[in-house]
């Protein structure tokens, strides 16, 4: 058994989730120190230090690491460069839930290509580059060269090949323990519920949904709408005008603790998406798993996540979200047929499935430090 160092800057989320799953299921001893998910752009470009004097008190209470892992929200190079006199030189592994370089801007955000460099530095350092899929992780390959192609002189383009070369896809380790098996008695409703479990954020593309629910309402379509997931914003303007014009078509509006949530999983017939980013999709793995059928975009991580053979009936092309909710809506029992066995394949996802390969990896990384 080896000791982790586990860094998670931005305990929130996918992140915290993450980072508790693969504590809680690695037969090695993960040591985790976090700071709390929120001022993110402060988080990458400040906690380095901070999250420092935090694996220093780490280690003098738990021992040097064999193995660092650091998630991405940090800027990993200066972190390193804190941690120099009482870390040692264990492998450091960066893994990148996202990255800021291919991160849609929020509205009125300008362009800004210092977090994008924090990345490139990150994944220059690090011994080897784990993405959540393969998605991001040819995407960010893909855009690199235009990035680092832009700075004035001593260009790190020489290096991309290098990086290039450590970088792997590990998905996500996705809780499913607690998330129901679809029994068949409840799977024919009298009147079907849609679920929108994402971050109630600008990339998810949350007005596109409600639209779409909107026109069908306006078309006589019988649904009950249940919104899920986390909200920081002041003014989800988009969402509460759709909560009000929907009525009691809602039975639920805002994030559940876990229990309530898991609950909400088992008696949700669809899940919907329309985001305009998503590396992975917890959220989306989850409702899967518990047998609801999705309704979401041939684009982003959507492809890889869904099996080939379900594409055409989980994934809808662009501008085809209304026309798809309308079709699954209308006739609940058929769609359910075209994707019987992708609540199976979604337990590909589960910590238990995954947490092997994680271990393995940790293994192949310290034979290799030791050789």
């Known amino acids: 058994m ?57 280690v003098e209470r738990h021992g040097t690491p064999d193995v660092v892992m650091v998630s991405g929200m940090i800027d990993l190079a200066a972190w390193l460069g804190f941690s120099r006199r009482f870390l040692g030189d264990p ?17 009125n955000q300008r362009a800004d290509d210092s977090l994008p460099l924090l990345n ?60 129901p098996v679809r029994v068949s008695d409840s799977i024919h409703p009298e009147v079907p519920t849609v679920l ?28 009950k709408v249940a919104v899920a997931g986390e909200n920081t914003r002041v003014d989800p303007r988009e969402m509460t005008e759709a909560r009000d014009q929907l009525g009691d078509r809602v039975v639920q509006f805002g994030h559940l603790p876990r229990p309530e949530y898991v609950d909400l999983l088992g008696v949700s017939d669809v899940v919907v998406s329309a985001a305009h980013h998503e590396f992975f999709g917890i959220a989306v793995v989850e409702a899967m798993a518990a047998g609801a059928v ?18 055409g009936a989980a994934l809808y092309p662009d501008g085809g979200l209304t026309g798809r909710l309308r079709d699954v809506l209308g006739d609940l029992s058929a769609w359910r047929e075209r994707v019987a066995g992708l609540d199976v394949a979604m337990r590909r996802f589960d910590w238990r499935q995954v947490v092997d390969d994680y271990d393995d990896r940790i293994d192949a990384l310290v034979a290799r430090t030791c050789n």
């Open 2 to 58: 080896s000791r982790v160092l586990l860094v998670e800057p931005f305990y929130s989320g996918s992140h915290a989730s993450w980072a508790d799953g693969l504590a809680g299921h690695s037969r090695h001893d993960v040591v985790t120190i976090t700071h709390p998910g929120a001022f993110w752009r402060w988080r990458m470009r400040g906690s380095s230090l901070t999250l420092a004097a935090e694996a220093k008190l780490a």
């Open 91 to 107: 492998p450091v592994v960066l893994y990148l839930h996202e990255n800021q370089l291919l991160y849609p801007p929020a509205p």
């Open 120 to 179: 490139w530095l990150g994944m220059a350092v690090a011994d080897e580059v784990w993405f959540n899929s393969a998605f991001q992780r040819d995407g960010l390959l893909e855009a690199l060269p235009d990035l680092l192609g832009r700075f004035p002189d001593e260009l790190h383009t020489p290096w991309l090949d290098e990086v290039a070369s450590t970088c792997q896809v590990v998905p996500v380790g996705v809780c499913l323990e607690d998330v």
């Open 196 to 223: 929108w479990n994402q971050r109630w954020d600008h990339d998810k593309n949350p007005g596109a949904v409600m639209a779409a629910l909107l026109k069908l309402a306006g078309e006589g379509l019988d649904f």
């Open 294 to 311: 999705p309704v979401l975009p041939t684009r982003q991580s959507y492809p890889e996540l869904v099996p080939d053979q379900f594409h």
